[in-house]
């Protein structure tokens, strides 16, 4: 097991990763805005793509590949950024996935660690993601890891307007 950097080879796995992925989210939050998604999911993926790209490519960014027996099982990507409000750097989760059939083997554990290490090495003072609460294996993943809820962002349906 090792965690390499993105290859182009990787473009068509990581690319139904986050098909997955991203359904998965607007499926989540389609049910709490009450709405259908207006956002075209080839369109998430193909900018998805091209964000990990950049990342992959910038020192300040993490994009790690998870390899197991020679083939890609999972990928983690983080970042370092300027906290607005504390004034200081903040090493950021930004995408953990694990392929379905190799979840529960630890791997999304390995993967945060690096995540956590690679930040530690660029002087942060925090780290911070963002999940939804509908992710219960991610949340807990989390917290194994130190991270506690600061905070809550709440969806709402909407509601007619009365004339």
């Known amino acids: ?14 690319r139904g990763w986050l098909e997955v992925f991203l359904r998965q989210h607007q499926d989540w939050w389609a049910a709490g805005y009450g709405l259908p998604p207006a956002a075209f999911l080839p369109e998430l993926v193909e900018r998805d793509w091209q964000e990990l790209e950049q990342a992959a490519a910038s020192p300040s960014s993490l994009v790690g590949v998870l390899e197991v027996g020679g083939q890609a099982a999972g990928i983690v990507q983080a970042g370092v950024r300027a906290d607005r409000t504390m004034g200081f750097q903040i090493g950021v989760l930004q995408w953990i996935y694990v392929v379905p059939e190799r979840r529960g083997q630890g791997l999304a554990d390995q993967l945060m660690r690096h995540a956590l290490a690679w930040m530690d090495t660029r002087n942060v003072s925090g780290h911070e993601v963002f999940v939804t609460a509908l992710n219960p294996a991610a949340v807990a993943l989390y917290r194994r890891h130190g991270f506690e809820v600061a905070d809550h962002r709440m969806l709402a349906p909407l509601r007619p307007v009365k004339p």
Do not use: C
């Open 1 to 14: 097991m090792s965690v390499r950097p993105l290859h182009a080879n990787d473009e068509a796995t990581v």
